[in-house]
T-cell receptor
Framework: EPEVTQTPSHQVTQMGQEVILRCVPI?????FYWYRQILGQKVEFLVS????????KSEIFDDQFSVERPDGSNFTLKIRSTKLEDSAMYFC???????????FGSGTQLSVL | EDQVTQSPEALRLQEGESSSLNCSYT??????LFWYRQDPGKGPEFLFT???AGEEKEKERLKATLTKKESFLHITAPKPEDSATYLC???????????FGTGTSLTVIP
C-alpha cells in the first residue's frame, strides 16, 4: 500500500534555530496537511495545503511556520526560530481528491533544547 | 465552540472482554466522523468513516456507530494486538481540516 514518508524521524535542535521537516506525500494525492502532537496531548491541526497554496491554518501556525511544495513530490514544514514549546511529534498527512481518508506518515519527533 | 471529547482516557481489558469507547462531539456542521488507531511512535492509521446518524461500520473485532451527538467504537473479544490508542476525529462541512479528540489508550491483557 502507498505510504507517506517523513524525514528525519528524529530532529534535535537548539532554541532559536531553524528546522525543516520533510514529507513525501502519496504520489497522486493533492491535499496535504501538517499536524503535531505534544506528548500526551491530542493531535492538533496546523495547516492544510491544496493547489500550491495554504487552504486553512490554525492559530498555532503563526509567522514562525511556513510550508512549501518545492517540487512535485516533497512537502516541507519550516519553523524559522524554534521555541521550547515547539517540541512535539509532527505528522504529515495527505488525501486524494474526492477521498476522505487521511494517510499519515510516521512522524518527525522534534526536540528543542 | 467545536469540541471532540473521548472517554475513557485509558481502558484495560482482559483478552476476550468486550467493551466500548466513546467519542462525543459538539460541532456546527459535521461532514464526517473518523476513527483512527495509533500505535506508539507511529502516525494514526485510518479505521472507519461515518457520515450520518444510524450508520455502522465493521472491521474484524471493531464496530463503529454514530448518533447525532456521539460515536461508539465497540471492541468484541479483544486480543492483545488490539492494544493501541484509538482516536476519533471530525471533519466539518466548512473546511478540509480534521479535529481530533485526545484518544483512548486501550491495553488488552493476555
Amino acid at each position: 500500500e502507498p505510504e507517506v514518508t517523513q524525514t528525519p524521524s528524529h530532529q534535535v535542535t537548539q532554541m532559536g534555530q531553524e528546522v525543516i521537516l520533510r514529507c513525501v506525500p502519496i504520489s497522486n494525492h493533492l491535499y496535504f496537511y501538517w499536524y503535531r502532537q505534544i506528548l500526551g496531548q491530542k493531535v492538533e491541526f496546523l495547516v492544510s495545503f491544496y493547489n500550491n497554496e495554504i487552504s486553512e491554518k490554525s492559530e498555532i501556525f503563526d509567522d514562525q511556520f511556513s510550508v512549501e511544495r518545492p517540487d512535485g513530490s516533497n512537502f516541507t514544514l519550516k519553523i524559522r526560530s524554534t521555541k521550547l514549546e515547539d517540541s512535539a511529534m509532527y505528522f504529515c498527512a495527505s488525501k486524494g481528491t474526492g477521498g476522505v481518508k487521511l494517510f499519515f506518515g510516521s512522524g518527525t519527533q522534534l526536540s528543542v533544547l | 465552540e467545536d469540541q471532540v471529547t473521548q472517554s475513557p482516557e485509558a481502558l484495560r481489558l482482559q483478552e476476550g472482554e468486550s467493551s466500548s469507547l466513546n467519542c462525543s462531539y459538539t460541532v456546527s456542521g459535521l461532514r464526517g466522523l473518523f476513527w483512527y488507531r495509533q500505535d506508539p511512535g507511529k502516525g494514526p492509521e485510518f479505521l472507519f468513516t461515518l457520515y450520518s446518524a444510524g450508520e455502522e461500520k465493521e472491521k474484524e473485532r471493531l464496530k463503529a456507530t454514530l448518533t447525532k451527538k456521539e460515536s461508539f467504537l465497540h471492541i468484541t473479544a479483544p486480543k492483545p494486538e488490539d492494544s493501541a490508542t484509538y482516536l476519533c476525529a471530525v471533519q466539518l462541512n466548512t473546511g478540509n481540516q480534521f479535529y481530533f479528540g485526545t484518544g483512548t489508550s486501550l491495553t488488552v491483557i493476555p
